[in-house]
């Protein structure tokens, strides 16, 4: 791949430079030490990935995601020093259109960190050769009826699930997940599962984050977990999040071949083989195939099957795939997803 670098630290530079140089299949193609530096090289000399930091004079490397994201698209690896420290800002970096994050390996601090880039890198190369090429990235139907009157909360009491929300997303997906599900409260008896690309380490601060956003609780899901009504549960390890015969959820590292940790695929063929009440499937922004085809799997298995439309997608791969395989009922802007949730699920007071 052809590899660019935008921080304006010249020694973490140099060091994100000596990590791409030591491998024969990369290259360097150039280095920006601004971030409208590099907007203005990639719209001159586009690479196949760019290393961004979230720290850079005249633009930060948020905007200066959402700007490339809009004019030269292509992907983007957020790599900065303590990512943990900026939560915020790292997840507005995802909303923009940057594929995943991770830690600068010079200030790391701990051994360990060049593999890690490296194998972030080798992730990017298989999403990207799997979606036809960076460039391959791309920036209607409706549901009739009204909401059912809100259900009152009057038991603390756990109840069975009834319902469960299977949400799939990746590039773009922690704010469109935020958004579609802002200001709703699911009725006592839905779980909702979200199944999200991004880095394990980082799963437990995007659970924190989404749950700062949300009127519910938000937690990850640990193995053997049952489905938990009126709880968001985010998967939280690179293998795949899966749910049994008993509604257990379980963590599989199989199938190893894939590219996409944890794949919404995997999950969404899990709740058309085993899930017997009702079932909604959302397919949210994100590049390449991954959730298509278990979205298809699940609307032959009878449920409502969503995916969000091209116009409201920061990267419109995954929907797009649904769409081609006619694996959705409704292709919707994200914010026509959330009333559908509400009449289709019903929803409680806050």
Known sequence: MKIAIANDV???AEALRRVVAST???????IARTGAEAVRMCAENRPDLILMDLNMPELDGVEATRKIMEQSPCA????????QDNVNQVFRALGAGALDVTATPVLQGQPGGDAELLAKIRTMD???RHSGGSQAMAPRTSLAGSAPAPVADNADTPVPVTSLLAIGASTGGPVAVSKMLAGWVPPRGCAVVVVQHIDEHFANNFARWLGEQLDMPVRTADEGDELAAGVVLIAKSNDHL???QNYRLRYDANPKDYAYRPSVDVFFRCVAQHWKGVAVGVLLTGMGRDGAEGLLAMRRAGHMTIAQDQASSAVYGMPRAAAEL???????????IGPVLRSTLGSRAP
Request: charge should be neutral; avoid cysteine; hydrophobic fraction near 55%.
């Open 242 to 244: 899966t749910l049994d």
């Open 326 to 336: 006619d694996a959705a009922q409704m292709i919707l802007p994200l914010t026509r």
């Open 76 to 83: 983007i690896l957020v790599v900065t020093g303590r990512p």
């Open 24 to 30: 024969a299949e990369h290259q360097v193609l150039w």
């Open 126 to 128: 298989k999403l990207i």
């Open 10 to 12: 010249a020694m973490a």
